[in-house]
């Protein structure tokens, strides 16, 4: 990032410079945790974007508004692409990215030419330092990797001793980081070549996949113990947690499963399946890589497939899409009618906060963004009033950009927002040393932008999680109704097991958005808490029961949890109660009074949370 800040500096024009950094910084992030052959593909993609970006935005010199025009509809796109996985969405940031910075570099008057050399010098230059040790470090990359799929386990291990209905957010956002990291490293073995490094690490994945199943399984036996029993299969948890790192680091062996009397078939199974983990020596499936495309499917299915449901009617994305481009004209009318000079900061800081749908994450990101900015800006303004603008500044600027670089996706967004703001005043004390109050003027329309974002995200089509969430639920009791119905027929299914425990984690992520929104009743949290913690519980069950493969009936069971979703769609209808209705049976005033009670008695009975049979409060009222 900083050679070609150094370079155009040199040439003479530091403002292509910055912008050769930002679009370094841009292909740059995007490659982390990619396997070098997936990386190479994606970056060229990348690159190759910024500098489409940066030409479209030469349509600003025949007139301003044909500019913004295509902003705007880069930023609907940028919505509707909200929903993708990380590095596809990032496509579309980094060309709303480029453009914005190119028009901001042709509003100052940098000469076109330099704007397109310095997004091509930039962004190419990035794609190239990140894959040039691809050769050499490809099978670190991996081991790597692994590492981390090692240790997530190892913290979801720890949870499972003590998981109760109270922290089942907890353990399904210690899972989600689990299932993120083996996804990662599925993605990395998917696109190496065989040979035996590579498979070696897949045995040691597979692993891990062997435990994760048998610890599902011991989790859920756990629940449905006699009290003895319960405290047995605690301690194993944690002795079983304990080890885990030993057992890695090959200096320990993991504990014995105890076979408990009341158990002991289900507890036998899941110890054969332990053992058979342990086991490296077994060669690997013919079709081991399809297994792990179930777990990763590869970017063409995830795109038509996201894209499928980001262009349905009234979806959040569509939403979210809007929201971007009425913010970003929202911003340029503020701009023109203000006459801010360089007012595309102001733009750009409202594209940079809409990065996510979901209101209580956008407002949480929003406030970093307003914190970071703030102290930031202190900061590094004081530094350059004290320090002045010395020989100190330039090496600062450089450390600075690597902090800046190294707390992105590593650390919580403020903390990131607050080296950005640095770097910001820094290179704009460097391009014009002689007006250090411009920094000051870009930090003042950082801060406009991301209250034009805050007061659009709550007035204009406030993306509120409770308006969603029901469409997650029903999908994941379908992905849940359709498993069991493969299990009834004997069939483990196993693309339906990864998919539902997906729908699960996202359905936890969403309960979480919703502990970030204003106005959310704890009331309705516990609700959803208690529903979580139900949900996981039957993928459980199920997981045992397609180990199981018993020859038990469950074709019942499935109409029985098929019959459930008509219901959960209707529980809003003013009469669905589980009370029966008490009814006037005649016109006299007395009957009137008995059906008044028997209303009140109904409306009480909705403001219960739902208590689990196993938690709830033992000592009742006398009237219930």
Known sequence: MMIGLLLFAFLGNTTAGVNSMISA??????????????RLELLSKSAVVCCVAAALSLLSLYHHLIGVAALCAIGLLYGLCSNQRRYIQLLTYNAGFSLICALHLLDTGTPWQMVLLSAAFGSWLAMLSAVIAGPWLSVRQGEQLLSKVQLAFGHWNKMLQHSVASNVGQRLALREQLDDSIAILSHWLLEMPDNSDVEQIAKRLRSV?????????ISRVQQMANHESRQQLQQYLADFAEQWPHYVAKTGELPAVPLLEQHQQILHTVDQQIQRAQDLSQPLNDEWRQLLSLIWP????????QWHLALKKGSREWHHGLRILFTLAICQLVVELLQLPQGFWVTLTAFIVLMVAPLGQLQARIWGRLYGTLIGSVVSLGMVWYFGTGVWLLPTTCIVVFLAFATYYKARYEIHVFWVTVLMVFAITLLLPSDPLIALYRTIDTLTGALIAFLAMHLFIPSWTRRWIDSYVVNFIELEQQWLHKIAAGERDRMLRWQAHRALRQLGLEVGYMRLEPNMSQRELSDWQSFLWLGLTLHCTLVVLARQQRDVELTAAAQQLSAWIPLFKQRMHPRWSLLPQVLAASNQPHEWLMQ??????QWLNWQRPFALLKESDTHHHATE
Do not use: C, T
């Open 209 to 217: 996949l062997q435990l994760i199943e048998a610890m599902e399984e």
């Open 298 to 305: 590869s970017d063409h299915e995830s795109i038509v497939s």
């Open 596 to 601: 008044d009670i028997g209303e009140l008695y």
């Open 25 to 38: 910084w841009l292909v740059g992030v995007q490659g982390r945790n990619l396997a070098y052959p997936k």
